[in-house]
């Protein structure tokens, strides 16, 4: 399975190899950065249906955190976007963000839909009022242009503990993304446009597809890379 991805990285206090705290060692952020890998082909994913992904960007509009229980309390953080996620350059604007203190957390949400506030100006313009944008070539050589402006949230609750210095990925199945209607539908002088105004059927099928494909994934020998060994989703989408 081919997959574009972003990382999502917790870092809490600074631990030791047997993971205690180091002692007169001060409580660094909880950072939480959203960084897209490396594709291997540059500037493009080339999937086994021979479609070619020029294009893939989401755009993060919150993210909330639930500290695990202590004393029967928990601790809500919030944050608020826009974050512009480029999947195929690895890039993401702004950078990062910060939840205060070394936490550790049981509750996760991130919501991907189109932005309430102002995009950062490397986003680009076709990705205002959008959610998703993915431009790509078929076999065929039509180009493909999806804008799409609708809702998904992923969840992480109760069942997985996110520790300081864990690292998460939101995973995308990129070969999920375009049905057997996509790959043959008819283009217009060589481009087949998919948004609110064009190829309505092709869009809501788009945004079916594209929920099935997206996941919540651990990096678990933190090596930087999307193994095969992990590709077991570890939150519900909804």
């Known amino acids: 399975?081919?997959?574009?991805?972003?990382?999502?990285?917790?870092?809490?206090?600074?631990?030791?190899?047997?993971?205690?705290p180091q002692d007169n060692v001060e409580d660094e952020p909880t950072t939480v950065e959203f960084e897209a890998y490396e594709s291997s082909i540059p500037n493009a994913l080339v999937l086994d249906s021979g479609i070619e992904v020029t294009n893939a960007w989401i755009v993060i509009d919150e993210a909330?955190?639930?500290?695990?229980?202590?004393?029967?309390?928990?601790?809500?953080?919030d944050y608020e976007g826009p974050i512009a996620v480029d999947l195929i350059s690895g890039e993401s604007f702004p950078r990062g963000l910060e939840l205060s203190g070394a936490m550790s957390f049981c509750e996760l949400q991130i919501k991907i839909d189109s932005p309430e506030g102002v995009l950062p100006p490397e986003a680009p313009d076709d990705l205002v009022d959008h959610s998703v944008l993915v431009r790509?070539?078929?076999?065929?050589?039509?180009?493909?242009?999806?804008?799409?402006?609708?809702?998904?949230?992923?969840?992480?609750?109760?069942?997985?503990?996110?520790?300081?210095?864990?690292?998460?990925i939101v995973g995308?199945?990129?070969?999920?993304?375009?049905?057997?209607?996509?790959?043959?539908?008819?283009?217009?002088?060589?481009i087949l446009r998919?948004?609110?105004?064009?190829?309505?059927?092709?869009?809501?099928?788009?945004?079916?597809?594209?929920?099935r494909s997206s996941?919540?994934?651990?990096?678990?020998?933190r090596d930087g890379e999307f193994d095969d060994d992990e590709e077991d989703e570890i939150a519900e989408i909804d």
């Open 1 to 20: 399975m081919k997959y574009l991805w972003t990382t999502i990285f917790l870092a809490g206090c600074v631990v030791t190899d047997v993971g205690n």
């Open 64 to 77: 909330e955190a639930e500290t695990c229980e202590v004393n029967g309390e928990q601790v809500e953080v």
């Open 136 to 168: 790509a070539k078929r076999a065929d050589g039509v180009t493909v242009e999806i804008q799409q402006d609708f809702e998904l949230e992923l969840r992480l609750r109760g069942e997985v503990e996110i520790q300081s210095m864990r690292r998460l």
């Open 172 to 190: 995308f199945a990129a070969n999920e993304w375009f049905s057997s209607d996509l790959v043959n539908a008819e283009a217009e002088n060589g």
């Open 194 to 211: 998919i948004d609110e105004n064009n190829n309505t059927e092709l869009g809501d099928e788009f945004q079916e597809l594209f929920r």
């Open 215 to 221: 996941g919540l994934f651990e990096d678990e020998d």
